[in-house]
């Protein structure tokens, strides 16, 4: 049989990564998918920039039109980021009947609905397993191993570039800006770090997830979004002292009315899985009613592990390609028509436990002040530690852990004690969750 000629839109650590991937594997590849498959063209905006790939048997092309609309190609690998050029390509390559593999979380969460909807008119597939948690496969896990559960809740360290800063930070003491520079030159880092840092790239992967989860549409605009950019080395040590160790996670609970979606940094028990997962790795946690809590691990970013899903996402695709399109798993699990309505909750609804590190003036009557706000507000206190001054300050620091509340109540007392005289600068929250 003639092998399937695939076109890549993007030359830079994913698609130099897929080239590497597929030389290396090829043969193998072509054993499990039924066919060979071949990189026919591949566009690229700087033809004479070094590559981690040999590019021998590849035609280059600098316009990437010349790939979508080459009738050969049969499958495009969008490689390139971004929500512009990327949408116009992936439903330019939909429109003229090719399938689709992306490792663009942007693009699905923001505009995988229409591209869905084009898709299944055109009877073509558009797959993204790269585009959440790089090379571990959760999106077939989902869609396919937990089918038979209603899923309760799922949590993950999502971005591999936070939780490598997260982990320098812990482990080494190093400055912020150093490990982020470090992350880029690794290939981790987003074209535009601030995704990474700011929560923005995990609440992309977060809507996938949870749509995929609980049979929901994409609503990336209902992600509560929240980065590490506030966490201390002090919030670091405290957390350790108290027996947890902070992450970034996304987090998708069902509830009786609704979903929780949210991404934040969070405490969590140093005992837990989750909690030892170092660098770049990233994990999620998903918990079925029939199965119980699972476990997934693995590279969250990188060439080669983003390959291995990319690559993954071209066998799934070959091995379907000649099945009839309405009996294929569907993009996002559930079938389109049969989505549910469960509306995402504000985040005054969420319930979590906290940990409040605020700094005070050193003086009799100051804990009790906070400690009686919190008891208003109806807020159980589970621990407290209070540290001496500094030599030559008049401030302390003094760090609560409470039980857990509404954010509601928890808000409305925070507001209070960030009003009280004695608290000399703004209060610092970070959400505890024991993942049961
Ligand atoms: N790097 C990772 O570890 C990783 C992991 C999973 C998913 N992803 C996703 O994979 C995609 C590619 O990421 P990457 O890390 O390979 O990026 P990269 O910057 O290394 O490579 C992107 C390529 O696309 C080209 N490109 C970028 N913007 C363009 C534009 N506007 N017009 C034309 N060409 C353009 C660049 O020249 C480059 O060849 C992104 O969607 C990213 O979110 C990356
Ligand atoms: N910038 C992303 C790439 C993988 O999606 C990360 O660090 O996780
Ligand atoms: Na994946």
Redesign the pocket.
Known sequence: MEPVKVGL?????????TVNVLARNGEEIARRAGRALVIAKA????PD?PRICDLSGIEQVTD?WQVVNDPQIAIVA?????T???RELVLGAIERGKHVV??????IALHGNEIFARASEKGVMVAFE??VA?GIPIIKVLREGLAGNRIEWLAGIIN?TGNFILTAMRDQGRDFDDVLAEAQRL?????DPTFDVEGI?AAHKLTILAAIAFGIPLQFDKVYTEGITRITQEDVRYAEELGYRIKHLGIARRRENGVELRVHPCLVPARRLLANVDGVMNAVVVKGDAVGPTLYYGP????E??AS?VVADLVDVVRTMTADPENRVPHLAFQPDALSDLPPLPMAAVETAYYLRLRVADRPGVLADVARILADENISIEAVIQKEPQPGQTDVPLIFLTHRVREQAFDAALARITALDSVKAPPYRIRLETLE
């Open positions: 839109l993007g030359l830079g650590t994913v698609g130099g990564g566009f690229t905006r700087s920039k990437p969008e490689l390139i980021g971004g512009d050029i990327a992306t490792a663009n979380k942007a693009l790269a585009a790089g591999g290939g981790y880092a987003e074209a790239d969250g970013a990188g060439a592990p983003t899903a």
